[in-house]
């Protein structure tokens, strides 16, 4: 009969057997893993090349059996849809005649997105929720084209190209489609505001000269101010509401002038420099015809001369010696002189006939007299005053 330290120590023998039977185990089962390990991967190596899946349709269905992408091919080439787990279509890529396409839907099914290929380029455009376009973007033969509209209009908003000659941009108003439009072109830059009617009411340019521009018009399109380079400097040019009369503003080469016109177009009233730096100031009839000029001599004295038509009536002048008046006849030759003697500084009053020849004379110097003349000039007979 075993003690029971006996059989304490038949248990711990076991034990110790077990434990070493295990341990060879564990040994055993990893070496036969790697060795399967091993030889599947020199199977793989040395396969000399992977399967193909050749199919007209090939599906992706979700647990429900649901399609939910589709590769396939159209008439152009391969096409790949994509359904969302509600149903709806919302992603398509494809080949199309001029290259790739791929369209984008929403789960209403509208359209959101498209991009696509074309012979000159690419597009891209962006609708709504509703599928309205509301903005692309394209590619174009010499450059590009880019627009935008606003909600419940597919027409253009604001609109923008780049071509190889030019550059310009559109901004049109919800309200009435009055428009803004800017660009620039090999001859120079302008900006254009329409109206009603896609009449222009404000221009803003410059030409290749560097020369700038403005016009103001009114409602109907009619130019009421305009300002610009001419010649010899700025020019501006106000129009009343006919659109010919008006007040016009510029340079001459010595200085500036402004000119008056009535509501035919006509010049009525001016002011300028003339060429020797003096003023000048005319006042004309409503066809144009000079009336009144007042002007700088060439003695650096004032003059005034009255017109009727092209006939000269009167003028008013100043001398070496004084003031001088002269009245003229309708063939412009002077009947009457009234002024300063040339050999002083008294007082002379002479009275001709359509010849020029003197045929009444005042005098003051050297004593007050009258002298009246025959019309031949042969006789004469003086009247003085008593001494």
């Not at 005649?97 to 839907?105: A, T």
């Not at 997105?113 to 380029?121: E, K, Q, R």
């Not at 080469?253 to 300028?272: C, H, I, M, Y």
């Not at 003339?274 to 100031?281: E, I, L, T």
Request: hydrophobic share 40%; net charge negative.
């Amino acid at each position: 009969m075993s003690t029971t330290n006996q059989r304490l120590d038949r248990i711990e023998l076991q034990l110790a057997t077990l434990q070493r039977s295990r341990a060879r185990w564990r040994t055993t089962a990893l070496g036969l893993l790697a060795a399967a390990a091993v030889s599947v991967l020199a199977g793989l190596v040395s396969r000399p090349e992977a399967e193909t899946v050749r199919a007209s349709r090939l599906e992706i269905v979700d647990d429900d059996g649901k399609v939910t992408a589709l590769l396939t091919s159209n008439e152009s080439g391969g096409q790949l849809d994509i359904w969302a787990t509600g149903g709806a279509n919302v992603i398509r890529m494809g080949a199309a005649e001029s290259g790739g396409d791929l369209n984008m839907w929403n789960s209403a099914g509208q359209p959101v997105t498209g991009l696509y290929s074309s012979s000159s380029g690419g597009r891209l455009e962006v609708s709504r929720g509703n599928g309205e376009l509301a903005a692309y973007l394209e590619a174009t033969a010499d450059g590009s084209d880019l627009a935008m509209s606003r909600a419940g209009s597919e027409q253009a908003a604001a609109r923008f190209r780049v071509n190889k000659d030019r550059s310009d941009a559109l901004l049109a108003r919800a309200e009435d489609q009055s428009v803004l439009l800017f660009g620039v072109t090999p001859k120079g830059a302008a900006l254009s505001i329409l109206g009603e009617k896609d009449r222009e009411v404000v221009y803003l340019g410059g030409d290749e000269t560097r020369a700038g521009m403005l016009r103001l018009a009114d409602a109907k399109g009619s130019t009421m101010v305009e300002a610009g380079v001419g010649d010899h400097g700025g020019e501006i040019m106000a129009r009343n509401a006919t659109g010919q009369g008006g007040l016009m503003l510029g340079n001459v080469e010595k200085g500036g002038f402004v000119e008056a016109r009535n509501a035919d177009g006509k010049a009525v009233g001016s002011l300028t420099v003339r060429d020797n730096a003096g003023g000048q100031c005319s006042v004309s009839t409503a066809s144009g015809q000079m009336a009144v000029l007042l002007d700088q001599g060439k003695e650096e004295s004032g003059t005034v001369q009255i017109y009727s038509g092209s006939n000269r009536l009167a003028g008013l002048g100043g001398s070496a010696t004084g003031g001088v008046l002269n009245l003229f006849n309708l063939k412009g030759r002077a009947v009457v002189r009234a002024g300063t003697a040339v050999d002083g500084a008294a007082g002379l009053i002479t009275v001709q006939n359509s010849e020029n020849q003197p045929v009444v004379v005042l005098s003051s110097e050297p004593k007050p007299e009258v002298a009246v003349f025959t019309p031949d000039q042969k006789k004469k007979r003086v009247i003085s005053a008593p001494e």
